[in-house]
């Protein structure tokens, strides 16, 4: 069973408008800058997770953390620990920015594939 970690990386000015956040940096820095920030992301994620996690980018600028074994609870705490880190972290100047959020796959009989589309 897994209990899956979504999280979308944004700048805090585009918190709630996540789909200008790719835009507005690479308009803002150029895609260099943008493809650095998403290298620096995901060095910060598997820092923080297990050998057995598993840490893959599904798009733009949204990742997804698988946990298996994992409660609720032990996810949020990854949560907060991934957060600490981006708040000490930037590059060029530009702080790494994300929002996090859980969601947990509760039915064995449910199948990976079909928790995504929740």
Do not use: W
């Amino acid at each position: 069973m897994f209990d899956p970690l979504f999280f979308r990386l944004l700048d805090d000015s585009y918190r709630f408008q996540a789909n200008h956040y790719a835009p507005f940096i690479n308009d803002t820095f150029g895609h260099q800058t943008g493809d650095e920030l998403l290298k620096i992301t995901s060095q910060i994620l598997l820092k923080l997770t297990r050998q057995e996690d598993i840490v893959a980018r599904i798009g733009g600028y949204e990742f997804v953390i698988l946990l298996p074994r994992t409660t609720e609870k032990q996810a949020q705490e990854m949560i907060g620990r991934i957060m600490d880190e981006c708040k000490v972290t930037e590059f060029n100047g530009i702080k790494v920015s994300i929002s996090l959020g859980v969601a947990c796959k509760e039915n064995p009989s449910l199948d990976i594939c079909s928790f995504f589309l929740y």
